[in-house]
């Protein structure tokens, strides 16, 4: 992962960690244009074999320093963080680094043991075998105590188990320091205690690991090593759980007998104000006792140099797996889940199908008789709306959550953005096919439409761009948008482009401010393409059973319409410039989103 320049993160490639120390660390957001400080220069260490409780008040910056120490939160980050006292190359640091973040985003779908052997299969090289994959997922299972839901959907298990199963998905790649934002939240105590335990355990085997937690009852709060208390952005205390109450004593602070001592110490970190005199004595203290223990690590004349843009810069981000892989992994999972989401298949399929026959039964045999021209007219229009609207709002409405998963996968190095993009581009396009197939198929000869192949065949292809054109217009605004707007979003933006389509009004009538934007609305070419396969390239006269029938000749319609003097083969191209657009729109918002989110 590509820190910000500002940050300095240095390490040497290391089997065996024993601390991690971050000196002078600062984290600034910008609100409204004033920047506000979070973190204030704290500096500290975490011992490896050791489990350690970052608590403090709300708003005292327990997220950001894990943000920021685990390297998710890079913009607006500055100091050094070193391992083993030592410098350390940013790209190394990121290979030695778990984060569990307050809400970790899982794909619903996926079962948990498909869950943690596709993390298997991206976060291990190809040099490890399948039979040594299936046993780290077994072990992962068997420690966190997942037997009873492996083949559980993650959509129907408990809070309890969605937080250990994050925990897993970590421990695929056997980091060395781990980072766990408030994993008790939304848990009761046995199950509280149960996460905390297994926390525990992961540091007995030797690594470093940190936890963000939110008021621990007295039982909980025995299980950790360490403690380190932040308030108001800097650091109250730092030290063994034995040590705090005397720590806290000698600075005027006396806690009642039998009272729990995270409580204590929440109470004193949160009354800040009313006894400013002691708490800065306690800070003072704590910050020189920190400086003394970090002091000589590194070269102080650096400190503050922007040595990681020396150091980091120009190094390419390498992940376990070769891109194509990645794409293939991708593409299988992809396809799994959107087999299994009810929304994305069945109901999408049985949908098209449904309002194909609808369709096909209002419309019934209007396409080969010259006095319902105008109606077979109006038939295509409906054909176009239901497939761009039916494809489009499908997607908008299930790809943020995919988003939430990209982001935090592709921040653990586990794929390229171009991987993502690729696999699920492939992935959903079968289904939007096969949707859209069935759909003109049974519409098209209900309606009664000239039976001839190529016209069959043209008329396919128009509604197939339409639908590759709308589902990733949906992807897009899906990953432009949140999920509440995105629904509002399409129909708000795509309403417009119909009315330019040449059905509601020709062209001949429109204003002139308004015409240009007919070649900018893909419903133009979609509606036009349908029209031409369906009278031009010299169709026969139109049959008729009444006596006269303005429209007995195709011309006419073409005429009436103002296509005469389109090509149908204009209006694929059109409608591939507008998909090609929208794959570069695309990729360029996914890249955008890894952006926003440093």
Known sequence: MNLDDTVEVVIPLVKTITSLSFRNLSYSVNQRGNQKQILKNISGTFGSGRLTAVIGPSGGGKSSLMNALSGFRTQGVKGRILVNNEPVDPQKYRQLVAYTAQDVPLLPNITVQETLHFAADLKLPSSVTGIHKTKIVNDIVALLGLEKCIHNQVEVISGGERKRLSIGLELVSNPKIMFFDEPTSGLDSVASYQVVSHLKELAKQGRCVVSAIHQPSSELLELFDDIYVLTDGRCMYQGTLVEMIPTLAEAGFLCPRYYNPADFAL??????????????????????????????????????????????????????????????????????????????????????????????????????????????????????????????????????????????????????????????????????????????????????????????????????????????????????????????????????????????????????????????????????????????????????????????????????????????????????VWIFVLHVSLYVSLRCKLRWNK
């Open 267 to 576: 109470k004193i970190a949160s009354t800040v104000e009313s006894d400013p005199d002691k708490t800065s004595q306690l800070m003072k203290r704590m910050e020189s006792a920190t400086n003394e223990q970090l002091n000589g690590t590194h070269d102080e004349q650096h400190d503050g140099a922007n040595l990681l843009n020396e150091r980091g810069k120009g190094s390419s981000r390498q992940y376990p797996i070769s891109q194509f892989r990645q794409f293939l992994i991708l593409t299988r999972r992809t396809a799994l889940g959107t087999l299994r989401n009810l929304k994305l298949t069945r109901l999408r399929l049985m949908g098209h199908i449904l309002f194909g026959t609808i369709i096909g039964a209002v419309f019934y045999d209007v396409g080969d008789n010259g006095a319902k021209v105008l109606s077979n007219v109006g038939c295509l229009m409906m054909m176009l709306m239901f497939i761009v609207f039916s494809n489009a709002m499908t997607v908008v409405l299930t790809f943020p959550l995919e988003m939430s998963v990209f982001i935090r996968e592709h921040k653990s190095n586990c794929y390229s953005t171009v991987a993502y993009f690729c696999s699920k581009i492939v992935a959903d396009f079968p289904l939007m096919l096969s949707a859209v197939t069935c759909f003109q198929l049974i519409a098209y000869y209900l309606t009664g439409q000239l039976n001839e192949t190529n016209r069959v065949v043209m008329f396919w292809g128009i509604c197939a761009l339409m639908g590759w054109t709308a589902q990733m217009y949906g992807m897009v605004a899906g990953s432009i948008f949140a999920v509440d707007i995105s629904p509002f979003a399409v129909p708000s933006t795509v309403v417009p482009m119909i009315l330019f389509s040449g059905f509601f009004i020709r062209y001949s009538e429109l204003l002139s401010v308004f015409k240009p934007l007919t070649y900018v609305s893909p419903f133009r070419y979609g509606f036009e393409g349908l029209a031409l396969a369906t009278y031009g390239f010299n169709r026969t006269e139109i049959g008729c059973e009444e006596m006269f029938c303005y429209y007995r000749k195709s011309a006419k319609v073409l005429q009436m319409l103002e296509v005469d003097r389109s090509n149908y083969w204009i209006d694929v191209a059109g409608l591939g």
